[in-house]
């Protein structure tokens, strides 16, 4: 099946400080992937739907300024968490589909944020 | 009210029951529905896809989307400890962009 990889797995950062998530989509090429946060024992929430080539579109409540997405290929989109705060700390998971079969996602593994 | 219903559990079996995972959702429009298995701090992995109505079987899995009920389920045969995982349904329409609409998800537990 499709295999879509994130980095860092997990993060420990300083309040104030930016981090930098990455999402691959390792042997399939997606022009729509998607970032959710997760907290314990709850569902994804969708935050924003990132795009190749154009601005992320991003859900109702989530700072577009907070949570910087770029898209800037077929296998790749990066999540920054500018200015983390405590409650940023989450577990942030990626998504891709197949450009065809959008509706078939497949999961990257998440990332662990800790902010201190 | 919530767009896809999930009954989050925890729901607790004994190894080789057959287990049984139900969402109900309110969009008529969805078509497209899918099982995702989520161990502990892992990501979500894919189980099961349908479109439109009717079932669909893989090993000891199978999936059944009656639309008609607005109510999809989840059978889980011969289940395993290794099964021990949160189960989320998901689904989406040709006008949601991609986007999936999650259950809440179900916490199973199989005893040994």
């Known amino acids: 099946g499709a295999v879509v990889s994130q980095h860092p797995s997990w993060v420990i950062c300083k309040s104030g400080t930016s981090v930098k998530i990455e999402c691959r989509s390792l042997?399939?090429?997606?022009?729509?992937m998607f970032w959710y946060r997760q907290f314990p024992k709850q569902s994804l929430m969708l935050m924003a739907t990132?795009?190749?080539?154009?601005?992320?579109?991003?859900e109702q409540g989530v700072e577009k300024d907070k949570f910087l997405i770029n898209h800037a290929s077929l296998t790749l989109s990066t999540l920054t968490v500018t200015s983390a705060h405590p409650e940023d700390s989450s577990f942030y998971i990626c998504?891709?589909?197949?450009?065809?079969?959008?509706?078939?996602?497949?999961f990257g593994p998440g990332t662990r944020l800790l902010v201190l | 009210q919530k767009e896809v219903e999930q009954d989050p559990g925890p729901l607790s079996v004994p190894e080789g029951a057959i287990v049984s995972l139900n969402c109900t959702y309110s969009n008529s429009a969805f078509q497209y529905f899918m099982w995702y298995r989520q161990y502990s701090r892992k990501g979500p992995e894919l189980l099961m896809y349908?479109?439109?109505?009717g079932n669909k079987e893989d090993g000891r899995f199978t999936a059944q989307v009656d639309k008609s009920s607005k109510y999809i389920s989840l059978f889980i045969r011969d289940s395993q400890p290794s099964d021990s995982a949160t189960y989320l349904c998901a689904m989406s329409g040709d006008n949601q962009g991609g986007k999936l609409i999650f259950g809440q998800g179900t916490e199973l537990s199989v005893k040994p």
């Open positions: 990132s795009n190749e080539g154009s601005k992320a579109t991003y």
């Open positions: 349908t479109y439109s109505s």
């Open positions: 998504s891709a589909g197949e450009s065809s079969y959008q509706e078939t996602q497949y």
């Open positions: 042997d399939f090429q997606a022009t729509t």
